[in-house]
């Protein structure tokens, strides 16, 4: 993954972790204004569904949902 697109990671996490949703952790990689290849974009969207999902999943199950880290289930 390039540069821009680690730099993301962070950023995305916090958002999501801030309450974001899916839609706008996915408007913020449409909007983004580095490159990213077709291959980053995806992944960085599939890292925005893992963290959106695991957040879903702690809510329902009142803590980390059984599982790790988010960053243990995606690999870079």
Known sequence: ???QGA???PQL???AEAGATLNELTRELVEYKGPLSANEYE???LYCWALTG???MRSVWG???G???VEDDITS
């Open 1 to 3: 993954m390039s540069e």
């Open 7 to 9: 730099a993301l990671r």
């Open 13 to 15: 996490r916090m958002q």
């Open 43 to 45: 992944q960085l969207w």
């Open 54 to 56: 695991h957040e879903a």
């Open 63 to 65: 803590g980390s949902g």
């Open 67 to 69: 599982s790790g880290a």
